[in-house]
T-cell receptor, first 114, second 116 residues
Framework: RKEVEQDPGPFNVPEGATVAFNCTYS??????FFWYRQDCRKEPKLLMS???SGNEDGRFTAQLNRASQYISLLIRDSKLSDSATYLC???????????????FGTGTRLTIIP | DAGVTQSPTHLIKTRGQQVTLRCSPK?????VSWYQQALGQGPQFIFQ???????QRGNFPDRFSGHQFPNYSSELNVNALLLGDSALYLC???????????????FGPGTRLTVL
């Protein structure tokens, strides 16, 4: 089983629609959770951190359910510029020095259609 | 404020050769992590350097090695290249706060390695 699993898509969504991505992780000891965005042939960029209480940044809302080991991202009123690959990312702890290793899902490809 | 920089941007090698990739972290950052991203996959953690030592390693063979210099820049070396090593190699930098916890990792643009 993969440590972080995402639906690879692709998701083709009309402009203005709402789209939701889901992600599950296998390591219950995971400590921090993120969504990164990656444009074609570019580096990943942090979109937002994910907290148990849920958090919102403009049109983007992220949720974390630790009991179900489930992370979600909701994009409202989608724009053409939202077209990208969205990567679910988990960070945990190592035994001796702390753990900065980021574990990525395979990413979900989103295309917003005019 | 310069972000994370990597060189070269593209590289073509043949099987069996060796390659060195370079990374300069964002100003103020002291920790460098390396990731391999194959086509259609998410980045996979290779290793992380802090205070010039490898602190954590992913599931990569010993052919993958690295180094961090006193100015926090880093190199990734891959020996005996295989076709399967063709990928985008990403460097990420961060700043260590306390007890092994760092701030957000910022990625460089990557080096695209093609092995023929």
């Amino acid at each position: 089983r993969k440590e972080v699993e995402q639906d690879p898509g692709p998701f083709n969504v009309p402009e203005g629609a709402t789209v939701a991505f889901n992600c599950t992780y296998s390591n219950s000891a995971s400590q921090s959770f993120f969504w990164y965005r990656q444009d074609c042939r570019k580096e990943p960029k942090l979109l937002m951190s994910v907290y148990s209480s849920g958090n919102e940044d403009g049109r983007f809302t992220a949720q974390l359910n630790r009991a179900s080991q489930y992370i979600s991202l909701l994009i409202r009123d989608s724009k053409l510029s939202d077209s990208a690959t969205y990567l679910c990312v988990v960070r945990g702890w190592a035994s001796n020095f702390g753990n900065e290793k980021l574990t990525f899902g395979t990413g979900t490809r989103l295309t917003i259609i005019p | 404020d310069a972000g994370v920089t990597q060189s070269p941007t593209h590289l073509i090698k043949t099987r069996g050769q060796q390659v060195t990739l370079r990374c300069s972290p964002k100003s103020g950052h002291d920790t460098v992590s390396w990731y391999q991203q194959a086509l259609g996959q998410g980045p996979q953690f290779i290793f992380q350097y802090y205070e010039e030592e490898e602190r954590q390693r992913g599931n990569f063979p010993d052919r993958f090695s690295g180094h961090q210099f006193p100015n926090y820049s880093s190199e990734l070396n891959v020996n005996a290249l295989l076709l399967g090593d063709s990928a985008l190699y990403l460097c990420a930098s961060s700043r260590r706060r306390v007890a092994g916890v760092t701030d957000t990792q910022y990625f460089g643009p990557g080096t695209r390695l093609t092995v023929l």
